[in-house]
Nanobody, 123 residues
Framework: QVQLVESGGGLVQAGGSLRLSCAAS????????LGWFRQAPGKKREFVAG????????DYTDSVKGRFTTAREPGKNTVHLRMNALTPEDTAVYYC????????????????WGQGTQVTVSS
């Protein structure tokens, strides 16, 4: 049974940084991709970033390009999301999720989700 556990959220001032982690277990993920999503209060859940497990290729939504970086920790089933230059608009619950095949921005294609971690950016 696939499980995803996120960690690393918290409260940070605008301009600060956080690193989220997503620990995956329950199978091998060679042909899978991991996506990061976020949901702000009153808004739909949206794609933030994604990474192909085997190739390491990444994709980002425009609003985080140049500020966020996702990467897999070598030798571990853990993926990190490094978030720099945070703004109050980045405040949301952040989720990681996995799907078979390449990265997609469509959340319904992801089959297993983590529990989410709160990120709050104060102005």
């Amino acid at each position: 049974q696939v499980q995803l556990v996120e960690s690393g959220g918290g409260l940070v001032q605008a301009g600060g940084s956080l690193r989220l982690s997503c620990a995956a277990s329950g199978r091998t993920f060679n042909y899978y991709s991991l996506g990061w999503f976020r949901q702000a209060p009153g808004k739909k859940r949206e794609f933030v970033a994604g990474i192909s497990w085997s190739s390491g290729s990444t994709d980002y939504t425009d609003s985080v390009k140049g500020r966020f970086t996702t990467a897999r920790e070598p030798g571990k089933n853990t993926v990190h999301l490094r978030m720099n230059a945070l703004t109050p608009e980045d405040t949301a619950v952040y989720y990681c999720a996995v799907k078979y095949g390449p990265v997609s921005t469509t959340l319904t294609q992801y089959t297993t989700w983590g529990q989410g971690t709160q990120v709050t950016v104060s102005s």
